[in-house]
């Protein structure tokens, strides 16, 4: 880990990143979320981050958009491809977005030491509503007016307007 990520992560305290979140991108940042304020992150004026949510880019660029609402006990990490989320999105409490995957292809090597790939990374509409509990994977490309119902599961293509359940995530509805 490098330098600067360790200070930002366990030396700066929290009611700092608040301030400096606020200062920087007009957004409120909650003094009990773990938000890395490095060069990788743009938060859009008027988005709010709820307590206990982690949100990591020190290892590629997340950029949330405008009055975007991330609830409680969320987890955003953004890898090589990133993760972009669009404006007026609400993000319901404990959703993970993980922007990246593990390679596998050696049976003698273990996981953990044969790296991590971004392909495509994570792109997210505007005005989308993302339910409770719901995993965003590497890959996913949700289009704008979706919604994902609680502890829905996508890690591909989802189509504008549609409502999606399940795991996998498979288009239930379409808004018109």
């Known amino acids: 880990m490098r330098a600067g990520t360790v200070l930002r992560r366990f030396l700066v305290p929290r009611a700092w990143i608040t ?4 200062l920087r991108f007009r957004c409120r940042v909650s003094p009990r979320a773990e938000v890395e304020l490095g060069p990788n992150l743009t ?6 981050i709820g307590s206990f949510t982690k949100v990591k880019s020190s290892d ?5 958009g405008r ?22 999105c609400l993000i319901g409490p404990n959703v993970s977005m993980i922007g990246n995957n593990y390679n596998y292809d050696d049976l003698e090597t273990p996981i953990r030491l044969q790296g991590k ?30 919604i994902l119902t609680p502890n829905s599961v996508v890690a591909g293509p989802i ?14 509805f379409t808004r018109r």
């Open 67 to 88: 009055n975007v609402d991330i609830a409680t006990g969320c987890f955003l990490s953004s890898y090589a491809a990133g993760v972009t989320i669009g404006d007026d």
């Open 19 to 22: 301030l400096r979140a606020y």
């Open 43 to 48: 938060i859009g004026e008027g988005s709010s």
């Open 117 to 146: 790939t971004s392909a495509k990374g994570i792109r997210i509409g505007a005005n989308v509503w993302i339910g409770a509990g719901c995993a965003i994977l590497e890959g996913a490309e949700i289009g704008r007016g979706a």
């Open 159 to 172: 189509p504008e307007n549609a409502i999606v359940q399940g795991n996998p995530g498979k288009v239930i």
């Open 60 to 64: 590629g660029p997340l950029v949330i």
